[in-house]
């Protein structure tokens, strides 16, 4: 018999957009003879159609499994995937916590700093306590500006002068209460996916050529101007450097399922720092998780049969746990 599977997307947030691009992508890709498709979308208002997947146990014995295509708040955070643990759906991707630790930079960059895993010197301020001074005093020029909790760079700002710093947390507090400021590094961007739950592996690695000052908004999905290389053209130290590092990373957030890891190779010291991890990473047709994977042995059909699959173990290893005496 076909797996029923629900692909939610759309959603609130400001990747809404992004969000019907990679579910329309996955829906295209996945093998009609395998999977009966079921489509939930979220309008930018938070309304579903054809209607919400409720918080009731058993309330959907018709889905098999949920495969969750929100890219960012709402979504990304952990948010919809507490909604479906509170249904007991098999859903596809991180569980709550990994999600809400890795949405928020802040706390992704806190976790890996236990791990000994090296991130980018940054500080943390807020909308109403936005404290600039702290900031220059603390971070050399360049900084990058970012809201601490969203993605595929929307709100981000370079910032090259203390005259610019105002404008751009002003413009990061717009999409979240809290932002982060980082020291900006000169070197290459690179990406690596990472699949799996009790024993995660690693893709090949690729390299993001920008075609801008930095990889922006426009720059991934407007312009169609910035350039890829998969695999990245790296020494194979380290790229295997790289892979456990995306792995670490993985396992130090406590994710499953799927998740890119992002990574600037500064030219100057050669060294490698964990930007951030992406839980619900893009499937657009320029996406690089697909990609990656595929330049890594996993063609797009066989790499959905495996998340799904991921999930389903996942929720049969749930089973095994007691909520009641």
Not at 8 to 16: F, L, N, T
Not at 58 to 83: R, S
Request: hydrophobic share 40%.
């Amino acid at each position: 018999m076909k797996l029923r599977v629900a692909v939610v997307y759309g959603g609130r947030s400001g990747e809404h957009e992004i969000s019907i691009r990679s579910a329309k992508t996955i829906l295209e890709r996945m093998d009609p003879a395998k999977y009966e498709k079921i489509e939930y979308f979220i309008d930018k208002s938070g309304k579903w159609s054809p209607r919400p997947i409720l918080p009731e146990p058993g309330a959907h014995p018709d889905i098999d499994v949920v495969f969750p295509v929100l890219h960012g708040t709402f979504g990304e955070d952990g948010t919809v995937q507490g909604l479906l643990e509170m249904a007991d759906l098999p859903y596809v991707g991180a569980g709550v916590m990994a999600s809400s630790v890795s949405m928020d930079k802040e706390m992704m960059k806190r976790v890996c700093l236990e791990r000994m895993l090296p991130v980018v010197d940054y500080a943390t301020v807020t909308r109403d306590n936005p404290d600039l001074d702290g900031i220059r005093k603390r971070l050399p020029f360049p900084l990058f500006v970012k809201p601490a909790n969203l993605g595929s760079s929307v709100g981000i700002s370079k910032v090259r002068n203390a005259a610019e710093l105002e404008a751009a947390v002003r413009l990061a507090a717009e999409y979240d209460r809290k932002v982060i400021v980082e020291r900006g590094i000169v070197g290459r961007e690179l990406e690596c996916a990472v699949l799996g739950n009790e024993a995660p592996v690693a893709s090949l690695p690729c390299e993001i050529l920008p075609s801008r000052d930095f990889y922006d908004y426009e720059d991934k999905y407007l312009l169609d101007r910035a350039e890829t290389r998969v695999p990245a053209d790296l020494p194979h130290d380290k790229t295997e450097e790289l892979r456990a590092l995306a792995v670490g990373c993985y396992r130090a957030v406590e994710c499953e399922g799927m998740a890119r890891v992002d990574f600037f190779l500064e030219t100057a010291t050669g060294r490698l720092y964990i930007n951030e991890i992406n839980t619900i990473p893009g499937f657009t047709s320029i996406s690089m998780y697909p990609k990656m994977w595929e330049h890594s042995g996993i063609p797009f059909p066989a790499l959905i049969d495996e998340l799904i699959g991921l999930a389903l173990e996942r929720h049969r290893r749930k089973k095994a746990t007691k909520f009641t005496r």
